[in-house]
C-alpha cells in the first residue's frame, strides 16, 4: 500500500550545515502567503500597556472629512513629547489636522494648533539617534546591527538575521536602478530603513496587534518593516516555510524602498494590484545552495502555482480575473496570484505602456484618491486609460504569457520522504514532504499492527529530492517483496 500524506512541505537538503541552519531560522511569518497585510496602517485598537518609562503610543488620526491640502516641503515645530521642540516635515493637512514626519522617520497626527511653521532646516535623525530612541523602551535588550542603508533590532537568530540581510541588502540598489530607467524621479531616503525583527508570535502581536494570519508587514505610520521567527512553523513544515518567508522579506522591504525613494508618497492610496503586484514582481526569491533575492521580473514559482490552481477550478476565461483583480480593494492569496500575473504580463509585454502606467501612478499623493465609494471606478478608469477594456483579450494574453515562462513547482520539486513500515503481517509505505509527518504516520500505522507482531515491525526512511522520485522508491519498494 502506497500513500501520500501530509500537507506540510520540506526543503531540498543544502550543501553545508551553515545554510541548513540558515533555512531553518528564516522560516518565518507565513501561513498563507497571500494573507498577509503586507501595506500596514493600524488601526486604532487595544494595546499592552507599554513598558515603565516609556510613553504611550500615539494614534495616527485621520479626519474621514475634510479638505485635503498637500504639504509642500514646509517644516513645523512639534512637541517631541519630551518637552523639547523638534523640526518635523508637513506630508498632508486634512481638516484641523496635520501629518507630519518627525526625524526618525513615524508619521504623527496632530492638531494644526499643536504646530508652527518654521524656517528651521530638517535634520534626519542618524542611525545612532534612531537606535537610541528605539532601545529606549521594550526593545532595549534587542541585538541591533547597521549597514550603509538599513538598522535592524532584532531578538531572533543569527541566521535569521544574517538571511534578512543579505536579502534586502541586494535588492535596494536594483530596485532603485529599474525605477531610474523608467524615468521616475528617484532619490536617497531621508534617513536610515528600520526592520525589527521578532523571535516570536506573541512577542511580535504584543508590540503591535495585527489581525491574525499577518506575520510581516510594511507600516506606513511608523515606516518599519516588522516581522517575526516562527519556529513551530520550521518544525511543522521547514522547507515551505522557508521558501515563502524569504518571499515575504523581499516584498516588505519593496514596499519599504517604495515609501522611501521617492516611487510611493506615503498614505498615497494606489490601486492595489499595482501595489502589490508591482511587490512580488520585485521579490522573487531562491533557496538554491544559498538564500538568495533573484531579481527583479525574475518568475514566482509560488504565484504560478497558485495560478494554475485557480485556473483549474474555472471553466472558461472570460476576464473576469482580470477585471476583479483591477478593481479589488482587498486581495486574497489568489488575488496576490493574478495581481503579480498581470503585473508581469504589462512589465514584460506592454513595457512601455506599463511604465507611463506607472508614472501616472506615482502622481498620486497622500490620501489620493479620496472617495473610497470613487475608488473602484477610479482604478478600473485609469487602467482603461493605458491598457484598454477587454479584459478578456487581457486575460487570455496574461494566462498565455505566464504559460510560457521557466517554472519549477515549489511544492512537488522539494525533498519528500519515503517511510516504510514492514512486518510479518503487513508491508506499507507512504511519502511526505513533512518531517513532522513522517513521525505521525509511524505511530499511526504502528496502530494497525497486531500487537503479537508490533515488536518485530521495522520502520525505514528514505529522502529523495522531489515527490516524483520518492513516489518511484515507495513503488519499486512494495513490489520487490
Known amino acids: 500500500?502506497?500513500?501520500?500524506?501530509?500537507?506540510?512541505?520540506?526543503?531540498?537538503?543544502?550543501?553545508?550545515?551553515?545554510?541548513?541552519?540558515?533555512?531553518?531560522?528564516?522560516?518565518?511569518?507565513?501561513?498563507?502567503?497571500?494573507?498577509?497585510?503586507?501595506?500596514?496602517?493600524?488601526?486604532?485598537?487595544?494595546?499592552?500597556?507599554?513598558?515603565?518609562?516609556?510613553?504611550?503610543?500615539?494614534?495616527?488620526?485621520?479626519?474621514?472629512?475634510?479638505?485635503?491640502?498637500?504639504?509642500?516641503?514646509?517644516?513645523?515645530?512639534?512637541?517631541?513629547?519630551?518637552?523639547?521642540?523638534?523640526?518635523?516635515?508637513?506630508?498632508?493637512?486634512?481638516?484641523?489636522?496635520?501629518?507630519?514626519?518627525?526625524?526618525?522617520?513615524?508619521?504623527?497626527?496632530?492638531?494644526?494648533?499643536?504646530?508652527?511653521?518654521?524656517?528651521?532646516?530638517?535634520?534626519?535623525?542618524?542611525?545612532?539617534?534612531?537606535?537610541?530612541?528605539?532601545?529606549?523602551?521594550?526593545?532595549?535588550k534587542f541585538k541591533s546591527r547597521s549597514t550603509a542603508r538599513y538598522v535592524y533590532l532584532y531578538n531572533t537568530s543569527e541566521e535569521f538575521y544574517?538571511?534578512?540581510?543579505?536579502?534586502?541588502?541586494?535588492?535596494?540598489?536594483?530596485?532603485?536602478?529599474?525605477?531610474?530607467?523608467?524615468?521616475?524621479?528617484?532619490?536617497?531616503?531621508?534617513?536610515?530603513?528600520?526592520?525589527?525583527?521578532?523571535?516570536?508570535?506573541?512577542?511580535?502581536?504584543?508590540?503591535?496587534?495585527?489581525?491574525?494570519?499577518?506575520?510581516?508587514?510594511?507600516?506606513?505610520?511608523?515606516?518599519?518593516?516588522?516581522?517575526?521567527?516562527?519556529?513551530?512553523?520550521?518544525?511543522?513544515?521547514?522547507?515551505?516555510?522557508?521558501k515563502q518567508a524569504i518571499g515575504v522579506v523581499a516584498h516588505e522591504g519593496v514596499h519599504q524602498v517604495l515609501n522611501n525613494i521617492g516611487v510611493q508618497q506615503r498614505l498615497s492610496r494606489w490601486p492595489l494590484w499595482t501595489a502589490e503586484g508591482l511587490a512580488e514582481y520585485f521579490a522573487p526569491t531562491s533557496v538554491d545552495k544559498r538564500l538568495r533575492w533573484k531579481g527583479v521580473g525574475m518568475p514566482n514559482d509560488f504565484r504560478i502555482h497558485e495560478l494554475e490552481s485557480l485556473l483549474k477550478k474555472r471553466s472558461n476565461i472570460d476576464g473576469e480575473m482580470v477585471s476583479q483583480t483591477v478593481a479589488a480593494s482587498g486581495l486574497s492569496s489568489a488575488g496576490y496570484a493574478s495581481a503579480w500575473a498581470l503585473t508581469?504580463?504589462?512589465?514584460?509585454?506592454?513595457?512601455?505602456?506599463?511604465?507611463?502606467?506607472?508614472?501616472?501612478?506615482?502622481?498620486?499623493?497622500?490620501?489620493?484618491?479620496?472617495?473610497?465609494?470613487?475608488?473602484?471606478?477610479?482604478?478600473?478608469?485609469?487602467?482603461?486609460?493605458?491598457?484598454?477594456?477587454?479584459?478578456?483579450?487581457i486575460e487570455r494574453a496574461v494566462i498565455?504569457?505566464?504559460q510560457s515562462l521557466p517554472y519549477t513547482d515549489p511544492i512537488a520539486n522539494q525533498t519528500h520522504y519515503v517511510v516504510m513500515l514492514n512486518t510479518s503481517a503487513l508491508r506499507t509505505a507512504g511519502v511526505t514532504s513533512s518531517p513532522a509527518s513522517v513521525r505521525r504516520w509511524q505511530e499511526e500505522t504502528l496502530t494497525k499492527v497486531p500487537a503479537s507482531v508490533r515488536a518485530q515491525a521495522t520502520f525505514d526512511v528514505m529522502p529523495f529530492e522531489n515527490r516524483s522520485l520518492a513516489e518511484q522508491y515507495a513503488r519499486q519498494w512494495l513490489q520487490s517483496r
Open 1 to 140: 500500500m502506497l500513500g501520500y500524506f501530509g500537507k506540510f512541505h520540506s526543503q531540498t537538503a543544502c550543501d553545508s550545515p551553515p545554510t541548513r541552519r540558515a533555512l531553518k531560522a528564516l522560516a518565518v511569518v507565513i501561513v498563507a502567503l497571500g494573507s498577509l497585510s503586507l501595506l500596514w496602517l493600524a488601526p486604532a485598537r487595544a494595546k499592552d500597556e507599554p513598558p515603565e518609562g516609556e510613553p504611550p503610543r500615539e494614534e495616527l488620526t485621520i479626519p474621514s472629512t475634510g479638505v485635503v491640502r498637500q504639504g509642500q516641503g514646509q517644516r513645523v515645530l512639534v512637541s517631541d513629547g519630551q518637552g523639547e521642540q523638534v523640526v518635523a516635515l508637513l506630508h498632508v493637512e486634512v481638516g484641523d489636522r496635520r501629518l507630519v514626519i518627525m526625524p526618525s522617520g513615524r508619521m504623527r497626527s496632530l492638531a494644526i494648533s499643536e504646530t508652527a511653521i518654521t524656517k528651521k532646516p530638517f535634520r534626519s535623525a542618524t542611525k545612532e539617534e534612531v537606535l537610541a530612541e528605539l532601545k529606549s523602551g521594550r526593545l532595549a
Open 400 to 402: 498565455e504569457h505566464v
Open 162 to 242: 544574517r538571511g534578512t540581510s543579505r536579502i534586502l541588502e541586494t535588492m535596494y540598489p536594483a530596485t532603485v536602478a529599474y525605477f531610474k530607467r523608467q524615468k521616475l524621479p528617484v532619490h536617497d531616503p531621508a534617513g536610515p530603513l528600520i526592520v525589527l525583527m521578532f523571535r516570536t508570535e506573541d512577542e511580535f502581536q504584543r508590540y503591535e496587534p495585527v489581525p491574525q494570519g499577518v506575520a510581516a508587514y510594511y507600516s506606513a505610520e511608523t515606516n518599519h518593516v516588522v516581522m517575526y521567527e516562527q519556529s513551530d512553523l520550521v518544525e511543522m513544515a521547514p522547507e515551505l516555510a522557508v
Open 344 to 393: 508581469h504580463y504589462l512589465a514584460s509585454r506592454k513595457k512601455e505602456k506599463f511604465h507611463a502606467y506607472l508614472r501616472e501612478v506615482a502622481k498620486l499623493e497622500p490620501l489620493e484618491p479620496r472617495d473610497p465609494r470613487q475608488a473602484t471606478a477610479q482604478r478600473k478608469q485609469l487602467f482603461t486609460k493605458f491598457f484598454g477594456s477587454d479584459y478578456e483579450a
